[in-house]
């Protein structure tokens, strides 16, 4: 495509809404299917002597209706570097791992029938199975100097042996009785009923041909908890000591308090088994992502100080393994951080987190407490230190992710992958831009603007005004696989965006100012937002818009249907909250609601109604098109239909969409596709 490589670095560095004449006429919108289909890069792994990246890329398969994993690899000292794809196999293979000797490459793997941990050479023809588990192994690890792994499988906590767990898990599938007796919280988590196992932490021995001697030893069958958590933990909750003689994990060890507990604390326990240690029983809030320097000499991990809290600020602790004495690398610096590694030379830490509607990647110094941004625009997804840079993982709202090097000491990075090149040399995709206004109390507030794909300068174009969830979350310079404004501008709307107060990104008091106010400063921030797009993009069509939200989102879609019913053509509800009460009620995870409205429904019940969406179901009128999952426990299938019935009742043009086999998020291929089609239409309804 003419002038791709001028419009991604432009993208990549926020230079954008360029002149439509840069855009090949021989290209088509992009649309669902494209967001569906495209290669997904992830998972890189550095080998210890900086030579190699391995990173795990995901290709769909509509016909099968699913996605499948292969490992790829790069050699860094090559003056061009070009992917190598190393597993061709029908099944999944991903999470790659290196070897201390820089030789062995570890990797996850369905291929024997269950997910396992193989090993191979990249100069091998065939890898070779390293654990034949009766269970499948959830996460794993390997010690730094390669005598042990570390790995994560669920278990029931009663069975001795990981056999004891196998069989039991195969007599309960044949047991003609299928009821299950609960007598705490949680009993469904996400999208899945509790079924009594626990994940657990085990290490095994390797030989020195690689292979498993010995039986696995559970490092914290000691504990009620699962590790890593559930249901979206994984290794980053756990990492071998720099001498390979201990391990570092979190948990929750909060037992009939779990559903409303953020109390995580970090363990240490020796790596053949043993004594757990509590490092963080000072911190009744959230610990989490240990990490040992390589010289040894600290450990560091990121901390939450506000028990029930689990948007808190995460600041980077640091102790010193020979006195002790810990202390927080960031106490002043108003940023919550979401992953952490130290560099090589165990000088500084790398951190990743959200910052100004991107998330950036810093390197904190750690004696002068400096830090120094190395990436600022984008979303950086995944980091790995190098001898001589960083390896990093980077999309922003233009391009899907890919490969970048940036050496120490230099201001421009270098990008190593274009997986997606050949596919997106055919497609026209919208030019977005950032913007800024006064919102509540005259604070200022981000958004962003997303041009339609082809834009024609002087045309007007409808309004999708998207709504993000969390609600402490963002729609920021992100390449998103669900929510993706592309997809919009495909379809000839221009997308808006508003971090409304309670985004994160902008400071801990900006993200704390929506606890007990979810109706008033979001709402007042997405009428300011608007209005002030509309103010200062021409092309954008006043009079057709609608807004489109799911979680937090949703439940301001039906808010919005209730004290701003006035604005929009239409409304797109998905897995939103209709009504407060029975959502407290229904929902798994109390610590959330309990934080956003003060308490328990029961001890607070004036909060819950303060922004109840069911209170204005009399001044509804907007036409709305309501998505749910039934597999769906966060926010319950219950809340969809109340909102449809609410509408039907009301003689409100409606419509409802439901997916049986989707949780929170809709994850199958075929159903992305589906769910967007039906959005567009919904949309092309009421807007073209």
Not at 363 to 385: C, I, M, N, P, Q
């Amino acid at each position: 495509m003419a002038n791709r490589k001028s419009l991604t670095l432009l993208s990549l560095f926020g230079l954008v809404l360029t002149s439509a004449d840069l855009v090949a006429a021989d290209t088509k919108p992009f649309d669902a299917t494209d967001l569906v289909t495209l290669k997904r890069l992830s998972d890189p792994a550095v080998s210890p002597d900086s030579r190699h990246v391995a990173y795990t890329l995901r290709s769909t398969d509509l016909d099968a209706d699913k996605g499948r994993t292969d490992i790829y690899l790069l050699d860094l000292r090559a003056k061009a570097p070009q992917p190598r794809q190393l597993t061709r196999d029908p099944a999944n293979d991903s999470s790659p791992q290196w070897g201390p000797e820089s030789q062995s490459l570890y990797f996850l793997s369905s291929r024997s029938g269950s997910s396992q941990i193989w090993r191979l050479n990249p100069e091998a023809v065939e890898p070779e199975q390293v654990t034949d588990l009766p269970v499948p192994v959830g996460s794993y690890r390997i010690a730094p100097d390669g005598s042990r792994i570390a790995f994560t499988a669920s278990v029931f906590p009663e069975c001795k042996s990981l056999q004891c767990s196998a069989d039991k898990s195969k007599a309960m599938e044949s047991d003609k009785i299928s009821g299950q007796l609960y007598d705490k919280l949680f009993v469904r988590h996400w999208d899945h009923w509790l079924d009594g196992t626990l994940s657990q932490l085990f290490t095994v021995s390797l030989g020195d041909a690689g292979k498993v001697t010995g039986k696995p030893v559970s490092l914290s069958a000691s504990l009620t908890a699962n590790v890593p958590s559930s249901p979206f933990g994984g290794n980053e909750e756990y990492r071998f000591s720099a001498d390979s003689q201990s391990l570092v994990f979190g948990a929750r060890l909060a037992d009939n308090k779990e559903a409303w507990s953020t109390n995580f604390d970090l363990y240490q326990v020796p790596a053949a088994g043993g004594k757990l240690m509590p490092l963080t029983a000072d911190n009744p809030a959230w610990d989490t992502q240990p990490r040992f320097s390589p010289d040894g000499k600290h450990l560091a991990w990121l901390a939450m100080a506000r028990p029930g809290f689990e948007s808190d600020r995460f600041q980077v602790m640091l102790r010193d393994l020979d006195t002790g004495t810990t202390r927080s690398l960031t106490p002043e610096w108003d940023r919550s951080f979401g992953a952490l590694e130290f560099t090589k030379d165990s000088k500084s830490l790398l951190l990743s987190g959200y910052h100004l509607g991107n998330k950036a990647l810093w390197r904190l110094d750690l004696d002068t407490g400096k830090h120094v941004a190395l990436v600022e625009k984008g979303y950086v997804g995944g980091f790995a230190s190098t001898d001589q840079g960083v390896i990093y993982v980077l999309d922003t709202l233009r391009a899907p992710a890919d490969l970048h090097y940036l050496a120490t000491g230099k201001s421009a990075p270098r990008q190593l992958t274009q997986v997606n090149k050949a596919t997106l040399d055919k497609l026209a995709m919208g030019e977005f831009e950032q913007f800024q206004f006064k919102g509540w109390n005259d604070e200022t507030v981000h958004g962003y603007v997303v041009k339609p794909a082809n834009y024609e300068s002087g045309k007007k174009y409808p309004v999708a005004f998207l709504i993000h969830g969390g609600p402490q979350g963002s729609f920021g310079n992100h390449f998103h696989y669900r929510w993706n404004p592309q997809t919009y501008a495909g379809q000839g709307y221009a997308a808006v965006m508003i971090d409304f107060h309670g985004s994160t990104g902008y400071g801990q008091d900006f993200t704390d100012s929506i606890s007990g106010d979810w109706g008033g400063k979001p709402l007042e921030d997405l009428q300011k937002g608007l209005a002030a797009a509309l103010k200062k993009y021409p092309f954008l069509d006043a009079d057709k818009t609608c807004a489109l939200g799911a979680s937090y989102g949703g439940f301001m879609v039906n808010w919005i249907a209730g004290k701003w019913p006035d604005r929009f053509n239409c409304l797109v509800n998905h897995d939103g909250i209709f009504d407060n009460r029975m959502m407290y009620y229904a929902t798994e995870e109390l610590w959330f609601p309990e934080w956003e409205h003060g308490g328990p429904l029961f001890n607070n019940p004036e909060a819950f109604e303060k922004h109840n969406p069911v209170s204005y179901v009399e001044n509804w009128t907007t036409p709305m098109l309501v998505v749910h999952g039934t597999l769906d426990y966060r926010v319950p299938e219950t809340q969809g239909l109340a909102t449809f019935t609410a509408l039907q009742r009301r003689n409100i043009d409606s419509q409802l969409l439901i997916f049986p086999d989707e949780n929170h998020w809709v994850l199958k291929p075929n159903n992305s596709i589906y769910w967007h089609q039906v959005v567009n239409d919904w949309l092309e309804r009421w807007l073209k």
